[in-house]
């Protein structure tokens, strides 16, 4: 992918600003309540000069949340970055430059980190599946197992890591899945009450658990079928089955080391809670100095 595409790509996953703003507000608030008391101790009107390096090596992704983190403190810091979303770095990488207040660095710092932390490990985690599977024609997909209130945010770190974004949640797709399923009474019936409620641009997708499932639930003619828990053998019967008229989703127990086996399948997509469900934050560190 070109360095163009690449970045026309993040763009679209990039949440609105004003997401971004009211969502950095929650967290300052969060944080500062009526104020930050320990900064208050510090002279008003001192300017320091900080950077922020990475301790270990990650792919970055956060850059908006961390500027608005300062900017709602004092629209007057200023910024230099050194490196964009989606970029990998280096442990010991200098990541940006920060100028300003000395209060308003320091009643900054926590939470424009722990934004930039949290999503550089979710991007980081994404990236690693995405290079496990290099060279296939096959899409790694993120899932609803978002930490919550991140939603948005983890999906464009997805994004950021080379991976996809299946729906954002319960309101943009359908997805029948098993008590859908016998709810409903049959596949036939649960596709059918799909198509009569919901708009024809809405992606309907079911959960199969079988070969015979599958078998049913392409008679109708979904364009989009998961594949839940099935083992390798079934998910190349499935692929044989299939025959390219719908699309293939395998899910369930998909881990890393397992992944190029299973994307062999001919699989067109595997989801992945661990994308978002089981990050780590990434080692960075902001370190202050005075203002030259």
């Known amino acids: 992918m070109s360095e163009a595409s690449a970045s026309t790509g993040l763009a679209a996953c990039l949440p609105p600003p004003d997401h971004i703003r009211a969502h950095v507000q929650r967290a300052l608030e969060e944080d500062v309540g009526a104020g930050d008391l320990t900064a208050a101790l510090l002279p008003a009107r001192q300017r320091a000069y900080a950077q922020v390096v990475a301790r270990e090596p990650a792919v970055l992704c956060g850059r908006a949340w961390f500027e608005q983190s300062f900017r709602l403190i004092d629209d007057g810091v200023a910024m230099d970055w050194l490196a964009a979303d989606g970029d990998a770095l280096e442990s010991g990488a200098l990541l940006c430059q920060i100028q300003g207040p000395l209060r308003a660095l320091l009643t900054a710092e926590r939470t ?5 932390q949290t999503l550089s490990a979710t991007a980081t985690r994404a990236r690693r599946y ?33 991976c996809h974004n299946h729906r954002m949640g319960l309101y943009d797709a359908v ?16 596709i059918d009450a799909a198509r009569r409620q919901v708009p024809p641009a809405v992606p ?21 079928v998961l594949l ?16 390219g008229r719908a699309r293939l989703e395998a899910s369930g127990g998909v881990a890393l080391d397992r992944l190029r086996v299973i994307a062999e399948t001919g699989v067109d997509d595997i989801s992945v809670g661990d994308l978002t469900k089981s990050v780590q934050a990434v080692d960075l560190s902001m370190r202050l100095l005075p203002d030259s």
Request: include cysteine; charged fraction near 25%; proline fraction near 2%.
């Open 204 to 224: 309907v997708e079911i959960e199969v658990e079988s070969i015979a499932q599958l078998e049913e639930a392409l008679q109708t003619g979904v364009e989009r």
């Open 228 to 243: 839940d828990n099935f083992g390798l053998d079934d998910l190349r019967r499935a692929v044989a089955v299939n025959q």
């Open 112 to 116: 424009a980190l722990n934004y930039l």
């Open 130 to 162: 995405a290079e496990a599977v290099a060279g296939l024609p096959v899409r790694i997909l993120d899932t609803r197992k978002t930490l919550p209130g991140l939603r948005r945010e983890q999906k464009y770190a997805v994004c950021c890591g080379g």
């Open 175 to 190: 997805l029948i899945k098993e008590n859908h399923i016998a709810a409903a009474g049959s596949i036939a019936a649960a």
